[in-house]
């Protein structure tokens, strides 16, 4: 194992947020790091014992609320049962007898303590061949991270005090939104994939990233130097002098390519036979919207407001969410804040958090059923968009959407909310527009009349594609399933904007695909009116759409359209790219 040593060693995998860190490496295995280990003294045992005794009263405390709760809320004991098998685990004697011992025998902290027999026994679990049993190893992980953070008094942000280069498993998208920027300079993972909420979320915070690299997590040791390649997906752990200072350069030239692209940024994004894109932002935070301006996005495209509520820990209610909607409206004028309802469930957070997992997350309870479901929470939002839209102008657009009763019951709503608001005398813009994603393939084959119902199309071809092609957006083992140039998706894509423009009203993608530079000839060709991509990422889209040709881009388009497979659609697309902007392509992954 060449990286255990101080030789130079390179792991590959996708590279999924553009750039180049430098710094040491901090390993987190499995989803929590390992705690900190220090010797204690013979007379301090019994004072390590209350503390594990302390921690383990204090998760079971917490337990039992939860179950609580949870049965409150289902209205059944079920729900909540999930909780008390956790419970179980921390009452089993035999686990508690060989913590003690540890602590006893080994003389070392008691977190570390039980951190390492958890260990061993999750070990064993995963390893056998009973998936019931293999499946349980989840929860108990689960448990063991509470008990873990039982033992200090704040479970704040990941990561340690200093900079660094973080080396985990996987991370969830609440992880990744949690994370110091200050003190994350860049992170792979072993998981992961490229339109995972984790990668678009790095993305969204300009930090470089790279997942899919297997045996990272268990080859590198803490506080090796590395560097993490951002655009070709290398961790190179223990670099050379020369490969520093090879990658130093590079650093420099990336560094001084995208200040020439920023220099395009006052300029319209508009092809060279004059055919205007509009370019927006996709954000999921407002504090993003500096970078936004700095870029001169036409607006925001997508807010997706799962994070910001789903993260806090109390939910925010209406007051609190027309303040940020507010700080969008203002913070885009004068153009668009187009803010999405909640989107929670798939592999974001779920809105009763703690209920248990579901068979299949992605086809499962998510983004508007749940909304449709919990309507109080719902309309909540939807007053609260309302009420933020008479300060500027917003926009608003439901996720998940498979057919025409779903955006009928959400218009219902807004025109209720509405006449509530009427009456409580508080203002709102009544020509805000509304739309409806397009992500589910159902959505397109009903997209006429789902066109008669709203203002805006925005195609969310992250889901489009993994609901076109059966291919798992977050699973690496089917990542190369996954082809935004597949034939029945562009074709889709195509079916959408043929709808819009009949209808008379406008399509935008806000999927990942309008940011891969490869595609945006296709797009643009498909008929696309609007482009949303992560704000890093407007100033290369904007070059590219500069230096394209509309009428070209129709005429590859319909070329495109008669292709058989993903591979000769690309080229296609690519081709025109190539030519176009040569520029902006290098270093960049091909499909
Ligand atoms: C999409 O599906 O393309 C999209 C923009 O939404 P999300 O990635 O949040 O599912
Ligand atoms: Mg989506």
Redesign the pocket.
Known sequence: MASKSNREHTFNGTAVSRGIAFGPIHVVARGFAAPDVYPIKEENIPAEQARFDLAIAKTKEQLSQLQDHIEGIAGSDDEGLVFEAHSLVLEDPGLLRKVSKAIEERKQNAEFCFYAVMQTFLEAMRRVADSYLRERAVDIDDVCQRVLRNFKADDGAIGPDHQHLLVTYDLSPSDTASMDRAKLLGFVTEAGSI?S?TA?LARALGIPAIVGLGGAVLETTALAPAIIDGYSGKLIVNPSEETTARYQKLAAERQSARKALEALRDKESTTTDGHHITLSA?IEFTHELDTVRENRAEGVG?F?T?FFLLESSNHPNEEAQTKVYRELALGTKPHQGII?TL?SG?D?LGVEAFSEPEPNPFLGWR?IRVSLDRQAMFKEQLRAILRASSEGKLGMMF??ISGLSEIKACRKLVSECMGELDAEGHAYDADLEIGA?I?IPSAVLVADEIAKEVDFF?????????YTVAVD?INHRVAKLYRSSHPAVIRLIKMTTDASKRAGIWTG?????ATDLHMTPLLVGLGVDEL?VGPHDLAPVRKALLSLDFGECQEMAARALTLATSREVFDCTKAMAQEAYPDLLEGLDAV
């Open positions: 339109n909420h678009i996709n997508l997706r799962e999405r989107d798939g974001k983004g996720p998940f994603m992500e925005s195609i969310g071809t992250n889901d489009l594609i993994q957006r993608v806000c999927g990942e695909m949303s």
